[in-house]
């Protein structure tokens, strides 16, 4: 498969073009907004946590494939996770947009987030393309700033 | 029509033999010829001009305006040169008016700095228009934050036209300046600067316009202009970066304070009391881009041999073709269309961000660029976030649209 095929994959493209639970939830604790001043796009992602746990999440946004896709993507697997495990789960994500050894078994990032975090790796096709990186992980960046409470604009630059 | 072809089977001749002065453009990327399309954000480099940096440094490198020894002498000397090389170019009435910058973005803050902070006051009037880079926007917020002036915003049309009647009414007594581009980098808009420095001036007010695209893409006459300000980069004009200019009326340029302090804008320095140098020299504080101003005379010479009526000619040439081929695609959207352009092409494709566009061409071996191209308020008058955006130089070629509309194609295939 070309490198560009395996970054546009299927599975990408169609969470591109209708991004799964995209809009604001009832119930938000915690929300963050985050912004790639390099190509203007934005996301903002919606938190509902209940005790350490991940009930609920969406989010909002305007970007390429890759960040709308990534964003999609991880709102599906963020429900019931603990915040320490979803933590965890962004580090493993982060090593597989960047780091070719990813997927090697018993790598540092370890088994966070389980037959969930499988759904992820379609987008490790982007490690090939540096500068596409940061629309990949902004989602997940912003993410990690709702948890903390942050309401700071996260800004990949 | 026998007439026709013949011109434009000389001018394809013509740019094959431009293309190959510059060895950039023989690499390849992703094992694929480069396709360059994207000089309106910097200019491929002729063979002449590197040679100009390297001559510079291989054999007459020191510091000018300093030293007595032969070496500075030489390139004290090239660097003056440089500026009348400039002056002829842009038919300044003097060298004396051409101030040597970074770039368009330090000639833009120079104006802004030591005009705009030494002749308006609080309660002033500038005007701009929505055509314009950040870099003719910033600097006139600073001083809006600095001393209080008013900007005001010049409409401009869905195709992007300027529009000269509703500037006109913006223009009041209290306009001091106004700061427009002369050449979009996002949209390829050429507004009516001769129109507009008319009607500025009958109102009391200075032009500064911003050359950075307008001096690559065809003639300009600053005299013939009666425009008070005007700055360009070299980098855009097929010569170095970090080094540019700005032209000044002498008047004018004699009345301003200096914009930075330090050596080579002096006359004498005590701790009580300093003179400062004559113009240019009280502008250009510190050591410069010397190897640039080499560099930038090269360019200069090298575009006035082929002709910039003649760049500007298959410049328009292009930009028709590469028109007429994207209309051809359907789910394109060009973004400005304005009656007098540039040779630029800005637009959109239905359901793909211009960053996907942009890493599929890239594969493709085609370089363009993605984004708001600095100008984000006008981007914000289309309401969208970004364009994809394909630039002509003079070696641009027909085959080199043809490989664009191709590769678009292929961002067809994987999107759709
Ligand atoms: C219209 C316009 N103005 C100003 C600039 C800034 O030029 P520079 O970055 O060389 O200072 C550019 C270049 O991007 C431009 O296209």
């Given at each position: 498969m070309s490198a560009l095929r395996e970054l546009y994959q299927e599975v990408i493209l169609d969470h591109g073009k209708t991004?799964?639970?995209?809009g604001k939830p009832e119930h938000v604790t915690s929300e963050s907004n985050g912004h790639?001043?390099?190509?203007?796009d934005t996301v903002t992602i919606y938190l509902e946590v209940k005790e350490g746990i991940v009930e609920d999440v969406g989010f909002e946004g305007r970007g390429c494939a890759i960040s709308i896709a990534s964003a999609s993507m991880m709102t599906e697997v963020l429900?019931?996770?603990s915040v320490k495990e979803i933590g965890a789960m962004f580090k493993r994500f982060h090593h597989l947009v960047t780091?070719?050894?990813?997927?090697?078994?018993?790598?540092?990032?370890?088994?966070?987030?389980g037959e969930d975090f499988e759904k992820l790796?379609?987008?490790?096709?982007?490690?090939?393309?540096p500068m596409r990186v940061k629309c990949a992980t902004l989602a997940w960046h912003t993410m990690q700033a709702a948890l903390k409470g942050d309401d700071q604009e996260v800004s990949t630059e | 029509m026998n007439a026709i072809s013949a011109v434009s089977e000389n001018t394809a001749f013509n740019v094959a033999r431009w293309r190959a002065d510059?060895?950039?453009?023989?690499e390849q990327v992703y094992d694929k010829p480069l396709v360059f399309l994207d000089s309106a954000a910097s200019a491929q480099k002729p063979q002449s001009v590197i040679d100009a940096v390297s001559y510079c440094y291989e054999h007459e490198y020191a510091n000018i305006?300093?030293?007595?020894?032969w070496l500075s002498q030489k390139s004290t000397e090239a660097y003056e040169q440089a500026r009348v090389k400039v002056q002829g170019f842009i038919n300044?009435?003097?060298?004396?008016e051409i101030v040597f910058t970074k770039g368009t973005t330090e000639a833009i803050n120079l104006v802004a700095s030591s005009y705009g902070g030494s002749e308006l006051q609080a309660g002033d009037e500038i005007i701009l228009s929505h055509l314009e880079h950040h870099a003719n926007i910033v600097p006139w917020q600073l001083l809006r934050q600095r001393i209080g002036i008013e900007i005001k915003v010049a409409p401009i049309d869905e195709?992007?036209?300027?529009l000269l009647e509703e500037f006109e009414k913006l223009l009041?007594?209290?306009?001091?300046l106004v700061a427009i581009t002369?050449?979009?980098?996002?949209?390829?808009t050429i507004p009516p600067v001769d129109d507009i420095i008319r009607l500025s001036h009958a109102r009391g007010a200075l032009v500064l316009l911003d050359g950075a695209q307008a001096v690559v893409h065809g003639p300009v006459d600053v005299q013939a202009l009666d425009v008070d300000f005007y700055a360009f980069s070299g980098h855009k004009l097929y010569g170095p970066s970090g080094i540019g200019v700005l032209y000044g009326k002498a008047d004018l340029l004699k009345a301003m304070p200096p914009y930075q302090g330090g050596?080579?804008?002096?006359k004498s320095v005590t701790f009580e009391k300093t003179e400062f140098a004559d113009i240019p020299g009280r502008f250009?504080?510190?050591?410069?881009?010397i190897a640039g101003a080499y560099g930038l005379s090269a360019a200069i010479d090298y575009v006035s041999a082929i002709g910039m009526s003649n760049i500007a000619r298959h410049e328009q040439e292009l930009l028709s073709y590469a028109t007429a081929r994207l209309q051809e695609i359907n789910s394109l959207r060009l973004i400005g269309t304005a009656d007098n352009k540039a040779g630029i092409v800005s637009f959109e494709l239905d359901g793909v961000h211009a960053h996907d566009i942009g890493t599929i061409l890239d594969r493709e071996g085609i370089a363009v660029r993605v984004g708001h191209h600095c100008a984000q308020p006008l981007m914000e008058r289309f309401n969208i976030t970004g364009t994809v955006r394909a630039s002509f130089g003079?070696?641009?070629?027909?085959a080199d649209i043809d490989a664009l509309v191709a590769a678009l194609g292929a961002v067809r295939e994987i999107f759709d």
């Open positions: 991004p799964r639970n995209f790639n001043p390099l190509c203007g429900r019931g996770k780091d070719d050894d990813a997927d090697t078994e018993g790598g540092f990032a370890g088994d966070f987030g790796t379609v987008l490790s096709g982007v490690k090939e393309f | 510059f060895p950039l453009l023989a305006h300093r030293g007595v020894y300044a009435a003097s060298e004396r195709q992007g036209n300027f009041s007594p209290r306009t001091r002369h050449g979009s980098n996002a949209l390829g050596g080579d804008m002096i250009e504080a510190g050591t410069p881009h003079l070696y641009n070629n027909k």
